[in-house]
């Protein structure tokens, strides 16, 4: 079989509601973290990043008909629409739809909602994608925690390489609502100031909201300029508490060694690695024993956590496509919000954007339930 590419893409969040536009925000240091009072997600201030529907374009269908859309629903619907747009990808019987996502349309499921209760079902979420474009085969719900949207890639090249699907389009997008702020909150994780990953002053996590979408494909014509080719993956589950690491990093080190293994590289053939990231006490620690482990506490790391927030079974996919374009524009981009280091084993955490000439990235996911993944991407020659 053939090489597997992850091609067009796009991001819908409150940095823009495209790549480009995200990604130079990204380059000029802005965040998309706010301070928010709102009583109905929660009954203290918080910092979170949030997507304003009232203002995305009116690309998602007839405007008279939007109001049959969740909030979710249409950021998906738009960000979707613009990779099969820009593709030109024909949704034939070749062509499979993966999901990934944590929670769906959760907010369904308040008071106040006016979508019947059976919306809230991840099945009745695949549907309403399926029927709204047309998609000719039965949608894939991957609900996997936080590992959603990085391991979803890592699916859709599996299900390529078994000539299952000659394509696979995959979109990622998870919600700020009460529910999923009400359990980090009791877990007391919330930030109310912007997250700072493996900073020594970090106060924990930041949940923000947002949908992604990419092509992954075989065929070579379909290229956007910062396609990448996907060389290695794999995930272990650790089974170490249902929301604690690791406290050896054992999942997150085996599942990158098994991918540094299917790609044929060695830890020093890896230019930058984008991390997970949370600015919690226990992940970052983790990562960072892991990453020692690994050999790879020299290669220079970031976490986007602190422009986008935690979004959750999106956050892999989303920060899949960042990495995309700084390996195309050959940049380093800085980790947000790292001053001084907090974890007890050294990494080298990007604390500023710079130019970098580079080929390949590391990508890692973690997430409750000891659940990890690790994918491994590379440059398409110029």
């Known amino acids: 079989m053939g090489r597997v590419y992850v091609s067009h893409n796009t991001i819908v969040s409150s940095l823009g509601y495209d790549s480009p536009t995200v990604i130079q925000k990204i380059k000029d240091g802005v965040s998309g973290l706010q301070s928010v009072s709102d009583p109905k997600l929660l009954d203290?201030?918080?910092?979170?990043?949030?997507?304003?529907?009232?203002?995305?374009?009116?690309?998602?269908?007839?405007?008279?008909?939007?109001?049959?859309?969740t909030h979710l629903e249409q950021m998906l619907l738009m960000s979707l629409g613009q990779v099969i747009q820009a593709s030109k990808t024909e949704l034939t019987d070749r062509v499979g739809l993966i999901i990934s996502t944590t929670k769906g349309n959760i907010d369904v499921l308040e008071d106040d909602n006016p979508f019947p209760v059976e919306r809230s079902y991840l099945a009745e979420l695949g549907k309403v994608l399926k029927e709204f474009f047309g998609f000719k085969t039965p949608p894939i719900v991957l609900s996997n925690a936080c590992v959603s949207g990085l391991l979803a890639i890592a699916t859709a090249k599996r299900m390529i390489t078994q000539g299952r699907f000659d394509h696979v389009l995959v979109i990622g997008g998870d919600l700020v609502s009460k529910f999923t702020l009400s359990g980090f909150n009791a877990f007391q994780a919330l930030s109310p100031?912007?997250?700072?990953?493996?900073?020594?002053?970090?106060?924990?996590?930041?949940?923000?909201?947002?949908?992604?979408?990419?092509?992954?494909?075989?065929?070579?014509?379909?290229?956007?300029?910062?396609?990448?080719?996907?060389?290695?993956?794999?995930s272990c589950n650790d089974a170490n508490h249902i929301s604690g690491p690791s406290r050896t990093g054992e999942g997150l080190?085996?599942?990158?060694?098994?991918?540094?293994k299917e790609a044929k590289l060695q830890p020093k053939d890896i230019d930058f690695?984008?991390?997970?990231?949370?600015?919690?006490?226990?992940?970052?620690?983790?990562?960072?024993?892991?990453?020692?482990?690994?050999?790879?506490q020299n290669t220079p790391l970031n976490s986007l956590k602190g422009y986008f927030g935690h979004t959750l079974g999106a956050s892999g996919l989303l920060e899949t496509i960042v990495g995309m374009h700084s390996l195309y524009q050959n940049t380093v981009f800085a980790s947000k919000g790292f001053e001084e280091m907090g974890v007890s084993q050294p990494i080298n955490v990007i604390k500023r954007t710079e130019?970098?000439?580079?080929?390949?990235?590391?990508?890692?996911s973690s997430g409750f339930g000891g659940s990890n993944t690790a994918v491994i991407f590379k440059k398409v020659a110029e």
């Open 44 to 69: 203290q201030p918080l910092c979170t990043s949030l997507v304003d529907i009232g203002k995305l374009p009116k690309t998602i269908g007839e405007p008279e008909k939007e109001e049959n859309y």
């Open 193 to 234: 100031e912007p997250c700072r990953p493996y900073d020594k002053n970090r106060s924990g996590i930041n949940i923000g909201e947002v949908a992604a979408s990419v092509l992954v494909t075989q065929d070579e014509t379909k290229l956007a300029e910062e396609s990448v080719v996907v060389l290695g993956d794999a």
């Open 253 to 260: 080190y085996r599942s990158t060694k098994l991918a540094l």
């Open 273 to 296: 690695i984008s991390a997970h990231g949370t600015a919690t006490q226990f992940n970052d620690e983790m990562e960072a024993i892991a990453f020692n482990r690994l050999k790879l």
């Open 355 to 364: 130019p970098r000439p580079m080929d390949t990235f590391l990508k890692t």
